[in-house]
């Protein structure tokens, strides 16, 4: 409820900092930050796109823009192991506040280098149709 609550409060949505992932005209992933990006408040990947590093684009697209040293995010228990792939480290075990539980986790930003990434930046943006976009400029 308090989840529920939360995404559809207009005020709350209009702070974030919001970028969804495109393939033609299909919204496939969301990632939201708030706190001048340094804490994740949405991140969701369509189940059909899951696994095929379009979370991890995602959060690249994240970690170029934020100034901080630190991204936190307060984890649902289920998808612990997502963000641990993705070099989030827990900082807490499961806490339960109204009703949700999570686990905080936090993620060092370290720039690295664009030949580093784990999966092919050409593979993914191969087709024009495909792209990042921040949701609040269109």
């Keep these: 409820e ?3 609550k939360f995404v559809n409060d207009n005020e709350k949505l209009a702070s974030l900092d919001l970028w969804g992932y495109y393939i033609e005209d299909r919204l496939i992933g969301v990632i939201g ?3 001048e990006v340094s804490h994740i408040s949405l991140f969701f990947v369509d ?3 899951q696994r095929h590093s379009f979370g991890k684009k995602l959060l690249d697209t994240v970690l170029e823009e934020t100034k901080a040293d630190v991204i936190s995010v307060n984890s649902s228990p ?3 192991n997502a963000y641990k792939y ?3 480290v827990a ?3 499961e806490i339960e506040s109204n009703g949700i539980k999570y686990v905080p986790m936090e993620l060092k930003v370290e720039k690295v280098n664009e030949n580093s990434e784990n ?3 050409a593979d993914l943006l191969a087709e024009e149709d495909k792209k990042i976009k ?3 400029e269109d």
């Design 2 to 4: 308090e989840f529920y």
């Design 86 to 88: 993705m070099g989030f």
């Design 47 to 49: 189940n059909e796109f």
């Design 33 to 35: 930050t708030r706190d």
């Design 91 to 93: 900082t807490d075990g």
């Design 134 to 136: 921040n949701i609040k």
């Design 119 to 121: 999966y092919s930046m």
């Design 78 to 80: 289920s998808a612990v």
